[in-house]
């Protein structure tokens, strides 16, 4: 079964054809770090903009990647969600109307179970069914979410209640006068940098909270005080032009803070399991991997992360996830609209 995947959640173009759930024909991604890079941040108009002019250049252009003829085309997937409302429109009515037009189904794909799914495309990777059950991590620029995952579906156990951990990444950047996007850059040079010259908190939240939502608040995480305790650092102890050294040991300690805090939580995600998945963008990070893989040899589970280039946002996930039998579809794909937020404690 070959599909055609479409992902525009957020500042990433990109089309993918699938084969049977898991064989990658093509992926195409255009990014649009460039646009959004003097703003410090997505701007959302520029997004959905960029989507509008290049997507169905993208789309052509994974077609002919696949070596396939429209009429190889099975399915039609795309995001419907969470991300950017104006961007997720573009990728989703343009699936819509490719569906149509092939006569053939339209999927609608959640854009974080995908990260999930992810660790599973390729060659030489196992097989869903034989990881379950198995606890998750997908963690990018704007989700921190901690699933277990079984037969029946991705039941959260975990979230941020604030600022997730890719964005924690770009604020502590942009106060420390680093480039966008912050979280490579920070990877970069906390290399050189003292892990403990700075005792950032490792924020603990207390039980009860409404932001909750009625999660166990240990597998909860919260990174707006650890930014705020970066801006009053460096208020108090602020960097001198060209100090490099000084500033490679503050964004190591901020890291290492922000890495403290994940371990925690998925030291508890995996208690009784013997799989742990990892996906998203910041699962990117080469510190946060080296930990992952000693907190996993350390409990015999088994890491699976999912390969670079499929950690970002790309629409091979999205077509893959769609040829595992997941994925909404139906008339009830057809009448999807953009949705910007998911409840995932309530549809868990």
Not at 24 to 49: K, T
Request: net charge negative; charged share 20%.
């Amino acid at each position: 079964m070959n599909i055609l995947g479409i992902e525009t959640s957020c500042d990433e173009t990109s089309a993918a054809v699938v084969s049977d759930g898991a064989k990658i024909l093509s992926n195409v991604i255009l990014s649009q770090i460039d646009l959004h890079a003097p703003y410090g941040g997505v701007v959302p108009e520029i997004a959905s903009r960029s989507h509008v002019k290049f997507l169905t250049q993208v789309i052509e252009e994974a077609l002919t990647e696949s070596g396939l003829a429209w009429g190889d085309i099975d399915a039609v997937a795309a995001t419907y969600g969470p991300g950017l409302s104006s961007s997720i429109m573009i990728g989703l009515s343009a699936a819509k109307a490719l569906s149509l037009k092939l006569n053939k189904p339209f999927i609608g794909i959640d854009h974080i179970r995908a990260h999930i799914y992810s660790v599973f495309l390729g060659e030489d990777t196992p097989s869903l069914e034989e990881t379950y059950p198995f606890a998750a991590l997908v963690v990018s620029g704007g989700h921190t979410l901690f699933f277990r995952v079984d037969e029946d579906g991705e039941h959260l156990l975990g979230q941020t209640i604030d600022d997730a951990a890719g964005e924690a990444f770009d604020k502590a950047a942009n106060l420390l006068g680093l480039s966008y996007p912050g979280g490579p850059v920070i990877d970069k040079i906390s290399k050189e940098g003292d892990r403990t010259y700075v005792e950032f908190p490792r924020i603990k939240i207390k039980p009860g909270g409404q932001m909750l939502g009625g999660l166990d608040h240990e597998m909860c995480t919260s990174f707006s005080g650890l930014k705020t305790a970066l801006m009053y650092y460096l208020k108090k102890n602020p960097l001198a032009d060209g100090d490099s050294k000084r500033t490679a040991d503050i964004a190591a300690s901020f890291q290492e803070a922000i890495i403290d805090v994940l371990l925690d939580r998925a030291e508890k995600a995996v208690e009784g399991l013997d799989h742990f998945v990892v996906g998203g963008g910041v699962s990117l990070n080469s510190r946060l991997r080296e930990r992952l893989g000693e907190m996993a040899e350390s409990r015999g589970v088994q890491l699976l992360l999912a390969q670079p280039k499929h950690c970002g946002d790309n629409a091979a996930m999205i077509a893959g996830y769609a040829g595992a039998g997941k994925g909404i579809t139906g008339e009830e794909a057809m009448h999807l609209d953009a949705t910007p937020n998911i409840n995932y404690a309530k549809h868990s």
